[in-house]
């Protein structure tokens, strides 16, 4: 029998055709964030998550999609609209970096590349991130954000990141989450996916 490397997968596509090689995965991700003040005290950061990971070809067409939606109540107090967007950045970054770790743990020989879009109305998060802006106060905040960055190259084989300034009309889903954690004052996080609605046919 043909032995294959660690590193190496067999799979068959119609007409019998057999490839041996690494499998190849690409996972979009859409993050988009938020968060704001309504005292030093009462503040929130909200999160939405969007996991594409592939096409279902039957019975209909359709993007296989996980959607994972955080909302963040801190504690304690001295909180700015400016650290609650930052922390609208950093749990959803932690999120996107223990979802890839998961897949490449259960995944260990994929070839995985990862395109990551994050969105937020924030033009001071998102410059700062891009390298427009200096980081001065936000510097501590900003570094954890490049160091999950970084966490997340290194468990997987590419990663393309891209951060966009949106309007506030743009960005409901992550005020909205914002809001919830304020109006509720606590922490917590949902997960709606449509991966085991049937079973799966095709994948991109």
């Known amino acids: 029998s043909e032995q294959l ?10 007409g ?4 041996v090689g690494p499998i190849r995965q690409t996972i979009s991700i859409e993050m988009s964030f938020d968060g704001g003040c309504r005292t030093p005290v009462v503040a929130g950061a909200g999160c939405e998550i969007v996991i594409n990971k592939g096409t279902r070809m039957y019975p ?18 001295g909180h700015t609209s400016n650290k609650m967007e930052y922390k609208g ?24 590349t990862v395109k990551l879009t994050v969105k937020g109305d924030s033009e001071l998060v998102i410059n700062q ?3 427009s802006y200096e980081a001065r106060d936000m510097k501590h905040m900003n570094e954890r954000a490049t160091n999950l960055l970084s966490e997340i190259e290194d468990e997987v084989d590419s990663l393309l990141v891209t951060f966009r300034h949106i309007p506030r009309e743009q960005n409901t889903a992550a005020d909205g989450l914002a809001n919830e954690a304020m109006d509720e004052q606590r922490s917590w996080y949902t997960v709606y996916s449509n991966c085991d609605k049937y079973h799966l046919y095709g994948r991109s």
């Open 5 to 14: 490397s660690s590193n190496m997968a067999t799979i068959y596509r119609a």
């Open 16 to 19: 019998g055709v057999r490839i």
């Open 60 to 77: 209909v067409e359709e993007p296989i999609e996980e959607r994972i939606q955080i909302r963040e109540y801190p504690m304690g107090g």
């Open 89 to 112: 950045l950093l749990i959803g970054l932690r999120v996107v970096c223990e979802h890839v770790r998961n897949t490449r743990f259960k995944c260990p020989n994929y070839n995985c």
């Open 129 to 131: 991130m891009n390298g």
